[in-house]
């Protein structure tokens, strides 16, 4: 390998902006180091007005650089955790994964905005997740609405909050990381709800970054060095819990976990069966205990 390491990621704003904080972690853990970031449009950026669930799923957003990857096109990957199949390319592999953002997500409103007593709220998010338990949050976050209603939102953050306004959404629900790192938080048109991760679970891996490489390069062994210890504990818990459920992006999942005094500590729902579950539970740090919570969670969420 020469001295220039090339990492691929989607065009939008926040992929590049999340690329750039891997990209210059990796100049610092390796001094003297190039980084050339490749950009390109996946499947998932070129098909707006269909959910994903309809054609492939969170590959739609990996599976072209992985092929990359695995034709020496690129060396790494950046993703965010969430959007990372189960399942990786062969011989690929998470070479690192960051520390966690804010893990929430975020009920966006424009400012002023009001909703008539006994209206039905229109909620615009794709994601089955955010389905559910804005359905099952309703009365706590819109008290005088008669029940809440969910359209397809997709495309990246700027258009989402563009059709928060031109669409008539009551509101859409944002992940809290995408909007940090785009600075869109002290924006004056709009309204931010913070929901409590413990209440209103995120999707697996929510607030993470992964990069993804080829087991065994020279881009695989510089990367370990960046990877962060928590964010890993966290995301292989999570994964593996998704993974046991067969989880992709078209079932209502939410898995949630963070380390505290040494102890992982894990929140989950689901309704695989029309059945609305959760769970909460902690556990130990090592393979065999992360094993065992992933275990017990699936079988409280099945």
Not at 44 to 60: A, H, S
Not at 74 to 88: F, G, N, R, T, Y
Request: with cysteine; hydrophobic share 40%.
């Amino acid at each position: 390998m020469n001295d220039i390491i090339r990492i691929g990621t989607r065009k939008s704003a926040l992929a590049l902006i999340q690329t750039q904080l891997v990209a210059d972690e990796l100049r610092q853990v390796c001094p003297g180091i190039q980084v050339e970031i490749v950009t390109k449009d996946t499947l998932g950026d070129r098909i707006l007005d269909k959910p994903l669930q309809e054609f492939g799923g969170k590959g739609v957003f990996v599976s072209e650089f992985e092929q990359a990857i695995q034709e020496g096109v690129i060396d790494l990957a950046v993703h965010s955790a969430k959007d990372l199949p189960m399942e990786l390319a062969q011989g690929l592999t998470i070479a690192a994964v960051s520390g966690r953002e804010d893990p929430r997500d975020v009920l966006v409103t424009m400012r002023g905005h009001r909703i008539r007593p006994e209206s039905v709220v229109r909620i615009g998010t794709s994601s089955p997740r955010r389905q559910l338990q804005a359905r099952l949050m309703c009365k706590t976050l819109w008290p005088e609405a008669a029940g809440a209603e969910c359209s397809t939102l997709r495309g990246n953050v700027h258009t989402r909050l563009r059709k928060l306004e031109e669409e008539n959404f009551d509101g859409i629900i944002l992940a809290a990381a995408g909007l940090k790192r785009l600075g869109l938080l002290e924006q004056d048109a709009y309204e931010y709800t913070f929901l409590a991760p413990e209440e209103f679970i995120p999707a697996g891996g929510q607030g993470l970054m992964a990069v993804e490489a080829k087991a065994g390069t020279a881009a695989h062994s510089l990367t370990l060095a960046m990877d962060h210890a928590q964010g890993r504990l966290c995301l292989d818990l999570e994964r593996s819990v998704l993974k046991q459920l067969d989880a992709g992006c078209h079932e209502p999942i939410g898995i949630y976990s963070v380390l505290q005094n040494g102890q992982l500590e894990v929140w989950g729902i689901s309704s695989l069966r029309g059945e609305v579950k959760r769970i909460h539970l902690t556990g130990g740090t090592s393979r065999r205990d992360i094993e065992k919570l992933a275990s017990e969670a699936w079988k409280g969420l099945m």
